[in-house]
């Protein structure tokens, strides 16, 4: 019985993810608490060298957050997530994301937690460029997968993602592919024996 409520309630999540307004909701909402942390984490006058660190490292931190859970909770047995991004594999041009709600929430307890370790205004800004490295995230998975690029560079980025949907054990950064070169799981075309 419990176990039977539990998965209408995932399918329920699963099917509230897939929808436009889930998508661009989740946006608009981490948007406004990237901006609120940022403006909150400056408000404390960090300084300058201080301020520009927390930022780097916010999205450096963010680049790996993005690597770990595309490899190692996207694709696995876990029901939220392998069910959401098994849709997304399956009709990438579609709305799947996850609920609006969970990534502000992860995001605002990993606040929490960076206060209670750092210097205030150093850990807001640290959280407020890793929301940002998230919005960007979102952003780049979505013209990856909408837009046709004409410039080389754009077109070797995006493909370097495109080559994720067929060979699933590789290329796990969309916006770099930083960590999949550190832990060996870039894509690498084999040559074809002649």
């Known amino acids: 019985m419990m176990r039977n409520l539990m998965r209408k309630g995932v399918d329920a999540i699963v099917r509230m993810s897939s929808t436009r307004s889930n998508y661009w909701g989740e946006l608009a909402l981490d948007v406004v608490l990237g901006a609120g942390l940022m403006l909150a984490g400056a408000r404390r006058h960090p300084g ?6 927390a930022i780097i490292l916010g999205l450096f931190a963010f680049s790996f957050v993005e690597y770990f859970f595309h490899r190692w909770m996207f694709h696995t047995r876990i029901p939220l997530f392998a069910q959401g991004h098994n849709l997304h594999h399956e009709h990438p041009l579609g709305y799947d994301s996850l609920p609006f709600f969970l990534p502000a929430a992860v995001l605002a307890v990993l606040t929490g937690l960076l206060v209670l370790v750092l210097p205030t205004a150093f850990a807001l800004l640290m959280a407020g ?16 997968h909408h837009v046709r690029f004409k410039h080389p560079l754009l077109r070797r980025w995006a493909a370097a993602h495109h080559v994720h949907h067929y060979h699933p054990d590789s290329n796990f950064g969309v916006t770099t592919p930083l960590w999949d070169v550190l832990l060996g799981t870039r894509y690498v075309r084999r040559a074809r024996a002649g």
């Open 48 to 53: 300058v060298l201080a301020g520009t660190l």
């Open 129 to 144: 460029a890793a929301t940002f490295g998230y919005v960007i995230y979102g952003l780049s998975h979505f013209t990856i």
